[in-house]
């Protein structure tokens, strides 16, 4: 006796309805860097432009990586991976505090220039589950649930050939934050199927965070992220996608005597390949 296959649903069939969707894409923003880390003592200071006053690339391309798999009709998981890592070297000109022979106050802000190394890194895995209330042949809206894992290294020191004083016994120690941050968002997705061979892809995201990571760890702030995307299925496995993204993070971050603060934001337009399965 003869095995009966099972019966695709028809919604399998649907533009929208592809089970796996992978995607490489290769990403090419313009990066707005801006963070402080405390000195030994705890002072903060100012946020400084990473891009403008310490010397790193404001835009640098990377690789995203994207799986996408419809669980259901009306349920939906994805992942996207993304890495950059900046970092520079330069005479920069900065603010210090020197002591005021006249106080009050006590210290005075002067300008310098002195040579500084600066890092960058960001590592993040998003990973986002959505409901479809309306999942249609030519529409699916979609109110989702994120969490981004990003794995943060930034700060700035004086270089070995810094000789000018005060300042760089000021910088010579590393001012260096680590940190591997949670940062959740509420996502609205929208797509639209023009077509069995063009898709509409767009979503917008938002969460605000004050997080108690241990008794000695604190992260809080704010998280926007967006896209939009054309795709191109060529053929029934293999297509194409354009799309414009945009990401911005404002952190305070403070681990036991370390203070730090950033604000980053990634914007621009990313090119790649689909496969559908």
């Known amino acids: 006796m003869s095995a009966v296959a099972k019966e695709k649903p028809e919604w399998r069939s649907w533009p929208l309805g592809s089970r796996m969707v992978g995607a490489i894409s290769y990403y090419m923003p313009r990066l707005q860097t801006e963070a402080a880390v405390s000195d030994s003592n705890g002072n903060l200071g100012a946020l400084i432009s990473f891009e403008d006053t310490l010397g790193l690339s404001d835009n640098e391309a990377t690789p995203l990586a994207f799986v996408g798999w419809r669980i259901s009709k009306r349920n939906y998981l994805e992942v996207n991976y993304f890495k950059l890592d900046r970092s520079a070297t330069q005479d920069s000109t900065i603010d210090i505090a020197v002591p005021n022979d006249s106080p009050p106050p006590d210290y005075l802000t002067e300008s310098i220039t002195l040579p500084l190394s600066a890092v960058f890194n960001i590592q993040a895995i998003d990973v986002t589950y959505a409901f479809s209330p309306i999942f249609t042949a030519k529409h699916n809206l979609g109110l989702g649930i994120g969490l981004a894992l990003q794995k943060l290294e930034f700060g700035y020191q004086a270089s070995e050939n ?55 760890e604190n992260i809080g702030g704010q998280v926007w992220n967006a896209s939009a995307a054309i795709h191109w299925k060529t053929w029934k496995h293999v297509g194409f996608n354009l799309s414009y993204k945009y990401f911005d993070v404002d952190l305070d971050y403070e681990k036991r005597d370390l203070t730090a603060a950033a604000n980053y934001d990634y914007r621009g337009f990313a090119v790649g390949m689909n496969a559908y399965f």
Do not use: M
């Open 162 to 216: 810094c000789n000018v004083e005060p300042a760089c016994s000021q910088f010579g120690a590393p001012r260096k934050a680590k940190s591997v941050a949670p940062l959740p968002t509420f996502k609205l997705i929208y797509q639209y199927a023009i077509n069995d061979k063009w898709l509409i892809d767009t979503n917008i995201g938002y969460f605000a965070l004050d997080l108690e990571l241990d008794s000695k």
